[in-house]
């Protein structure tokens, strides 16, 4: 096995932790409802504060990673995440509970966007789709793992067991890593000839840079709308299932778990579905499956259809974002790491919109309809997306 590719797992797992942590909180909304005496619509900050701070640290981790190196800045927020994922077990009210998983979001924010850099550091383009693909296996099967883990344990061991159970994860990661980091030099300082002195100003004006790039600021508008619709909706699937469909907790974090499978099968034949539809023909199949996967939740009349519909959007999904997530990998190859995490950083502010925005729905009894609209919207941007999306040529030249 080469150093690439062990990196590539080890990083990998420090990717499926990241992924479980940020969504084990999902199927536990009713019950920490019930136990803080407020409704689910207010649990869900736990989740909001999460994606808040996720998003807005990318804009931290990126020219850090650019500048210090993407392994040294992952080990780096591995470590923290172990931290803070035993202080969000510890956190005795509500408040701090919804304190230290906003710190727990930003650290985890420092390791699936950077490690999406470097594999477009260490990847060719043509196979680079694919690689990311492998990365997604650990990524859906750790919010697979997060969402049934949290309700199996909010049920039998109690919530805070999973918080606990995750921080021995993370910091079972970061040690591997660093270990192997250190056998295989990537803890070598990065130098770049002629790299300015880091600075606010300077970081401003590279920023800058990128946007005025109308491919970049294409790609960033569509994936803040796609977190907004799909991880929008995503989060409340669970209390639709227990307030919609009458299933336990566990039971609803198992069918949230036929999500996973759908990314994991989506995974599996990547490099088949991409020759076979090509990029464009990938975004709207995906967004059409994700609209269905949505109706279904909000309109199905029996669990059945209700559980196929998660299935469905799980495919959609993973279909729609590897697309966009290749794209956000080339848009600006020459500051990839700041670039993948401006994209990281839209697409969890555009989720913690989302889910601020169904928040306020959910409590009034309005998930059936806004779960239709957002099918509308997502299936208009899959169509979008097809007429857009452009190969590596294009991209790199920033058009």
């Known amino acids: ?5 062990t990196m590539l797992r080890l990083i990998s797992l420090a990717a499926f932790c ?29 989740i909001a504060a999460f994606a808040v701070a996720y998003g807005v640290l990318q804009l931290v981790y990126g020219p850090l990673g650019d500048r210090v190196g993407k392994v040294r800045v992952i080990i780096g927020a591995t470590a923290a995440c172990a931290v803070f994922s035993a202080m969000t077990a ?8 919804v304190v230290a998983r906003a710190a727990m979001g930003a650290a985890a924010a420092g390791i699936i966007p950077l490690s999406m850099a470097w594999i477009g550091d260490e ?4 196979q680079r789709q694919e690689t990311l693909a492998r990365l997604m296996v650990a990524t859906v099967t750790g919010m697979m793992a997060g969402q049934w883990f949290g309700g199996f344990a909010t049920e039998t061991l109690g919530w805070r067991a999973a918080l606990g159970v995750l921080a021995v994860l993370f910091f079972t990661a970061a040690t591997l890593l660093l270990r192997h980091a250190r056998a295989s030099g990537a803890l070598r300082p990065v130098v770049v000839p002629g790299a300015p002195a880091f600075s606010l100003a300077n970081y401003l004006a590279g920023t800058m ?5 109308p491919r970049v600021r294409w790609v960033l508008t569509v994936v803040t709308i796609e977190g907004a619709l799909a991880f929008g909706t995503l989060a409340f699937v669970p209390a639709r299932m227990v307030d919609g469909f009458g299933l336990s907790a566990s039971a609803a974090g198992g069918v949230m778990v036929l999500y996973g499978v759908g990314g994991l099968i989506y995974s599996v034949f990547a490099r088949r579905w991409l020759a076979a539809l090509g990029e464009r023909g990938l975004a709207v199949l995906g967004a059409s499956f994700i609209a269905i996967g949505l109706l279904s939740l909000a309109w199905a009349p029996a669990v059945g259809w209700a559980m196929l519909g998660c299935f469905l959007a799980g495919i959609g999904f993973y ?6 997530q290749v794209q956000a990998t080339q848009m600006a190859p020459q500051a990839r790491g700041t670039a993948v995490t401006l994209f990281a950083c839209l697409l ?8 601020l925005m169904v928040a306020f729905s959910v409590d009034r009894g309005w998930l059936p309809p806004v779960f239709t609209v957002a099918a509308v919207g997502i299936f208009g941007l899959g169509l979008l997306i097809s007429r857009r999306v452009q190969a590596r040529g294009a991209v790199a030249a920033g058009t």
Do not use: W
């Open 18 to 46: 990241s992924m479980a942590s940020m969504r084990v909180c999902d199927p536990m909304l009713v019950a920490l409802s019930l136990e803080y005496k407020i409704t689910t619509g207010d649990a869900s900050a736990v």
């Open 1 to 5: 096995m080469t150093s690439s590719s």
């Open 123 to 126: 990847v060719a383009y043509e």
């Open 209 to 213: 840079a990128l946007l005025r790039i």
């Open 348 to 355: 969890f502010l555009g989720q913690s919109t989302g889910v």
């Open 90 to 97: 510890l956190a005795p009210s509500f408040s701090l509970l």
């Open 319 to 324: 279909m729609l974002h590897n697309t966009l």
